[in-house]
Nanobody
Framework: QVQLVESGGGLVQPGGSLRLACAASGVIFRRYDMNWYRQAPGKERELVAAISSDSKTNYADSVKGRFAISRDNAKNTVYLQMNSLKPEDTAVYYC????????WGQGTQVTVSS
């Protein structure tokens, strides 16, 4: 059974930081490209950051220089370090795994507000 379990979301003030984690089970993690998406109320789900199986990274323009994606294949976990958070970063953040199949996590809420 494949599971992607996100953690680390919460409420943070503008300018603050959060680190999201996504623990995968039931997959050969090192073969999967891993992505973080987010969806704000009333908006389409958008790709925030991506890391390939060989650890190449890509970011949405809106988060470049503030967010960093990384992976630990020994722990079957992908991370999203989010710094200098803005109110517009408020969304549900989803972990996504893609290789021959694709899987989604259940999402974790990130709220940036004073």
């Amino acid at each position: 059974q494949v599971q992607l379990v996100e953690s680390g979301g919460g409420l943070v003030q503008p300018g603050g930081s959060l680190r999201l984690a996504c623990a995968a089970s039931g997959v050969i993690f090192r073969r999967y490209d891993m992505n973080w998406y987010r969806q704000a109320p009333g908006k389409e789900r958008e790709l925030v950051a991506a890391i390939s199986s060989d650890s190449k990274t890509n970011y949405a323009d809106s988060v470049k220089g503030r967010f960093a994606i990384s992976r630990d294949n020994a722990k079957n976990t992908v991370y999203l370090q989010m710094n200098s958070l803005k109110p517009e970063d408020t969304a549900v953040y989803y972990c996504h795994a893609r290789w021959t199949l694709q899987f989604w996590g259940q999402g974790t809420q990130v709220t940036v507000s004073s």
